[in-house]
């Protein structure tokens, strides 16, 4: 087994061709750019292919591409959960929340936090969700991605990160959200291509299916896992992965939900995101299943984040390195683009044309998104080369994050949704309280100053979440409202608006659903 991998010159042709279509078609969409709205929500005019695959792309990022055959060579199918579950939160972001997103015609999520709950809420989040935004989403991204191309390659880590970051924000920086919408399109498509064709070729090394299936012990194949030792045991799952769920597509501006503000209307955010929950069945194929794979051919690993590359080292044919370095980079920039852009929306619309500058024109603002990119990426570059010293496999990486921001968030935005008496008052107590305790536990966990047999991380997450829910309830309870705070729609109102479009959809989704649970029936 080797793990050094060569590099030929078919495989740089192949892979500095992609590179060029993919800065070129970016700076060739940035010259259609007209104003800040084109930068930053692609002049509201994206229909739900566009919408459907930048979701699914940026989702896809190196994390998640070399994490996921990791998880699965280190636990099997149980990690499939977070691609095959996700399907019921890209359906709530669909039916419930984008409505009042759309109609409101916000910019940002922030501006929704202002609208619903006052403006100490909307200060607050717009601070937190850059922060979220510049340091953990781009640094572990950007880390994981130049992980892999370091080792790949030879590269320091450092050389790596910048290199990537390099490619990322180039074409960001110039078109904003169109750019990222369309080249993330161009991206699905080498994504699928580049890992079903690995899958195919390490399938005929190992053999067959029978062998596949009888090369790791059963429990590979059951997604819901029992007993104390699993990766992730079925409770866990079941009550942490929705307080990640709703954060990360549902009230995070980075992922899901800014490609649902750039819908030409409604119908076309609600297809778009039904449309990627359908793509959502491929990941655990094309991404978990080679990791399976590595582990019937080569059981002994020292590391279980290998897996992917050992695959890449010694199954693929000349030209095909230079196919999935493509993909890894496709997956890196699908990501971090998406964050580049959605974190300087946030800061631009909400803290330098609101405080800053409030008279600024539309170039001012515009230009005012492109520093504040450039400057992000600096700073994502110097916390990914931190993050050498966590420890952790990255699946578990990415995940653990998610589970420590997102509780009070996730409280916030569903009760918010869901019930009128929330209040202003109640929103900034559990944001301030619920991310201060958040944050700290996290930090105790990432320095492993834990105890040993502290529950699973998904359950710590539910157990905070259930915990600012109540702090919302009780503050909302002891409150009133201030003037400016905004009831949201009621749920019957919502329906009574676009009912019979949402029928059609509803209908859809129902397909959709019955599929999950064959998948389920059949992976357990």
């Known amino acids: 087994m080797s793990s050094q991998i060569v590099i030929t010159s078919v495989d740089l042709i192949v892979l500095f061709t992609y590179i060029i279509a993919l800065v070129g078609l970016g700076f060739w969409i940035s010259f259609k750019e007209k104003n800040s709205g084109d930068l930053f929500l692609a002049g509201r005019s994206m229909k739900w292919p566009s919408i459907g695959f930048s979701i699914w792309a940026t989702n896809i990022g190196p994390t998640f591409l070399i994490g996921s055959c990791g998880i699965a060579y280190k636990a099997g199918m149980q990690g499939a959960n977070f691609e095959w579950m996700a399907w019921i939160f890209l359906m709530l972001l669909a039916m419930l929340f984008a409505p009042h997103y759309l109609n409101a015609k916000i910019g940002t999520l922030p501006q929704f936090i202002k609208r619903r709950f006052g403006k100490k809420s909307y200060i607050f989040f717009t601070g937190l969700s850059c922060f979220n935004i510049f340091v953990f989403a781009l640094g572990s991204t950007l880390y994981a991605g130049a992980l892999l191309f370091s080792q790949m390659l030879g590269w320091p880590l450092w050389v790596s990160v910048v290199f990537l970051m390099l490619i990322s924000a180039s074409f960001t920086i110039a078109g904003g959200l169109l750019a990222v919408m369309i080249t993330d399109s161009f991206q699905s498509v080498l994504m699928i291509i580049g890992m079903s064709t690995l899958l195919f070729i390490v399938f005929g090394h190992v053999g067959g299916a029978d062998k596949l299936i009888n090369g790791v012990p059963p429990e590979f194949w059951h997604m819901m896992a029992r007993g104390e030792d699993a990766e992730f045991p079925w409770y866990a799952m079941v009550l942490g992965y929705p307080v990640l769920a709703i954060r990360f597509w549902c009230a995070d501006q980075s992922w899901a939900v800014q490609r649902a503000m750039s819908a030409k209307n409604l119908k076309e955010a609600q297809l778009g995101c039904l449309f990627a929950g359908f793509l959502k069945i491929l990941p655990p194929f094309i991404f978990m299943v080679p990791g ?233």
Request: with cysteine; aromatic share 12%.
């Open 292 to 524: 399976i794979m590595a582990r019937v051919l080569h059981p002994n690993l020292e590391s279980s984040d290998e897996a992917f590359l050992v695959l890449v080292t010694n199954y693929l044919p000349v030209g095909m390195t230079g196919v999935v370095l493509g993909v890894l980079i496709a997956a890196l920039v699908s990501t971090v683009d998406s964050l580049l852009n959605s974190g300087s929306t946030i800061f631009t619309l909400d803290i330098y044309a609101k405080y800053i500058k409030p008279d600024a024109s539309s170039a001012q603002v515009k230009r005012a998104g492109r520093i504040v990119t450039s400057i992000a990426a600096v700073v994502a570059c110097f916390f990914a080369v931190w993050l050498q010293g966590v420890g952790k496999d990255l699946f578990n990486l990415g995940q653990t994050m998610i589970a420590y921001i997102a509780p009070p968030t996730s409280a916030v935005f569903l009760i918010g949704i869901l019930w009128k008496r929330a209040t202003g008052k109640a929103a900034f107590s559990t944001f301030v309280i619920g991310t201060a305790t958040s944050f700290v536990v996290g930090f105790l966990d990432f320095n492993k100053m834990l105890p040993e047999n502290r529950p699973h991380y998904l359950l710590v997450s539910f157990y905070l979440f259930s915990a600012w829910c109540v702090l919302m309830v009780v503050v909302s309870l002891l409150t009133k409202k201030d003037s400016g705070e905004e009831d949201p729609p009621t749920l019957q109102e919502t329906r009574k608006a676009h009912g019979k479009q949402q029928r059609r959809i509803w209908t859809l989704w129902g397909v959709l659903a019955v599929i999950m649970v064959v998948l389920y029936v059949i992976f357990n």
